[in-house]
């Protein structure tokens, strides 16, 4: 269950909702901290339900059904709904500078899972799968729902780090293994906010191609970009088959909307469109996929962007000052150029999960960054805050309460 | 790709949902078959888009943003929203007579999502599924998606062979297997339209739960029964645990919805809730969720499935009529109680896979036998017919198309 859903839970009545606790720790964790009263929970990675255009997706709704008719309410179509794909390619077109043929573009039903299918089409039980770490901590566990054998990469502020991935793979191939994808979020990434530096993604992309690893790129927040473009993502450098990347409309218009697409090679698109699932279900959800296209076609997408990248800027730029203001010294976080979240390194000694009950008795929370390392191996120095859900005032009084446990805590 | 989408294709403008002709065999018979003009296509297996309740969805998702918020928006919660959930439970109960407690459902994206997170969840790589024959062969290509080891258990007029499955059973618990599932389709069954025996129904039921063996229950025709009620679910008499029955809105509603339900013990609906994907993605598309529970909770289920059923009901009769008048002597098609389909045995000596092509010529389509039976083997004296996309003029005409075609090939 997604941290996400206990605050809206307790928000928005999780009587009415039937939420119910959830069996793993972190899940209590998570449930007891979003039901406490006054807790200012900073873990939730997800958009402030405020800012959700629930008008322009009703008006869509409605367009969708008067504009495509039955269209909008059967199966789909392997190749996904022609109108949201060409609205995508000629938007990925105008924003990257590379067009994606109308066979390098699905469809998908998010990027959880398109993450999952790929999984399933892409690797052998036993394969060895790379993780960047910190990496997104809930991708990891589609992963583990298969039998795979999930080796972190470490990261650093520049991107994931070329020379320990170069050894790996041939220490890996030593022992006649071969890696059969390598995840990664290097843009805006969860959970650091961070992106990789230009050379980096050059490298990793010509190690992937030359050693035929598949490179997955989980691009949720290419859209949420608060000082100048985004960096080109790596399927925009990368030769035809070497990059599968997955986009999302669930940071840039809705989650519930449960939308994304992937850009790869024409293999994959071709194996991912005709899978059992697609051929028997059809493509993902037609009636929200023909709802995003008319919103989209209506030229709703762009505004309403706009509207979330002010706000989240402004609310990261409250956080970083409040941090700055209010936390006792020794803690670094670098400001993230885009996306969710900011990364803190917390003064030397101070643990972020010996941290997170203080924190949480002063009434605000936080992800602790050894969640976000697939080993458990690290991280712990380190915790994840998001600045979306909260107006720049709560923000400020969530960093004077972290500073108080902080101070609690030395 | 779904053989329904070709003649939507055919017939709602290929180019602007750029339909693309797809690679393997069948598909392009089938795309050849629906885009050839004025062929009836008796073997698309999908609702007549005509009846699809446009105006009452597109009231309904209006509704759900109005009366959920952003919680129609949101990342769902791992209980599924629920409303619908509610609604479902309270329907089963008064339609079968059993509660499922509110642990013993899970919303899904329809029933080959289900189906392929349960056997994500529930197979290990090498595994024995068991596969009814004939069955529902998209399904199938959901298996085949896995590393499963897939063998056909025969069914004849009155349901699954017991005997076959529990001899079938003890040849493999000497060679050291367990089969971890066995997939059906007992409820007018996809593709002969018939039902399970209420005897073979609990034989099975006692003999999986004897050996632990998961029943998947496909049981996405129930709503649609013309003479009578359906037979209860093999859900509805097992034990706690033995079975998971697949529900879906796709015949019931729409399936440009993708959704559906899960019916099953608290342990395996618990793994689904909280598998990597939904603890990532969130519920089955939210927004999708929420306008069907607010379809459902506004009353317009129940006179929308008895619309689908009067028609289909008409339409099943004029083609069995328009069959025994047409027909050359020879063939049988026990007539389906409910469902979409038809299941001609063709005269003796008559082969489905030779008819098809003489009988495109002639202007009308099928599914061949052979496509259902997972090992290949055997059907080929049988073909079949959907009877739920014409009205029953086009129906008797397809009929007479048909005849002519068996008289070519006799």
């Known amino acids: 269950m997604k941290r996400g859903m206990c605050i809206r839970a307790s928000r928005f009545s999780a009587r009415r909702l039937h939420l119910r606790p959830v069996t793993t720790h972190h899940h209590l964790s998570d449930l007891h901290a979003a039901l406490r009263p006054g807790v200012f929970d900073l873990g939730l990675g997800h958009p402030d339900p405020a800012l959700l255009p629930l008008d322009a997706i009703q008006r869509a709704s409605a367009q969708a059904i008067a504009r495509y008719g039955a269209h909008a309410l059967g199966y789909g179509y392997a190749t996904g709904p022609g109108p949201l794909a060409d609205w995508l390619r000629h938007r990925i077109a105008q924003r990257e500078g590379r067009l994606p043929d109308a066979d390098e573009i699905a469809i998908t039903g998010g990027i959880s899972h398109a993450l999952d299918q790929l999984v399933t089409l892409c690797t052998q039980p036993g394969d060895v799968a790379l993780v960047e770490s910190p990496t997104y901590h809930l991708a990891v566990r589609i992963l583990r729902d298969r039998p795979l054998k999930l080796i972190a990469i470490p990261g650093g502020p520049d991107g994931l780090d070329v020379d320990a991935l170069s050894e790996l ?123 995003v296209a008319a919103y989209c076609e209506d030229g709703a997408f ?104 902080m101070r609690r805590c030395c």
Chains 1, 2 share one sequence.
Not at 316 to 327: E, F, G, N, V
Request: with cysteine.
């Open 302 to 405: 762009e505004p309403q962007v706009a509207r979330f990248v002010e706000t989240y800027r402004a609310r990261r730029d409250a956080l970083m000052r409040a941090l700055a203001t209010h936390l006792p010294a020794g803690w670094q976080a670098p400001t993230p150029a885009g996306g969710f979240f900011v990364w803190v390194r917390l003064p030397a000694g101070l643990s972020s999960e010996a941290l997170l009950p203080v924190a949480e008795a002063e009434g605000v929370s936080f992800v602790p960054g050894r969640r976000f390392f697939c080993d458990g191996r690290g991280g712990n120095e380190a915790l994840r805050l998001a600045f979306t859900l909260y107006p720049p005032a709560q923000l400020e009084e969530a960093a004077v309460r972290l500073a108080q446990a």
């Open 169 to 291: 793979i041939g220490a890996l191939k030593r022992q006649g293994e071969r890696p059969s994808l390598l995840y990664c979020v290097p843009t805006f990434n969860n959970p650091t906010g961070l992106c990789w530096r230009d050379e980096v993604r050059r490298a990793v992309v010509a190690l992937a191609e030359r050693e035929r690893i598949l490179i997955v790129e989980d691009d949720a927040y290419r859209e949420l970009a608060y000082d100048g473009d985004a960096p080109p993502s790596l399927w925009r450098i990368a030769p035809m088959g070497v990059v599968a990347r997955l986009g999302s409309f669930s940071k840039s218009l809705a989650p519930g909307m449960r939308v994304g697409w992937i850009t790869a090679g024409r293999d994959l698109i071709a194996r991912v469109r005709t899978c059992g699932v697609m051929d028997s279900g059809g493509g993902p959800n037609q009636f929200a996929t023909m709802t």
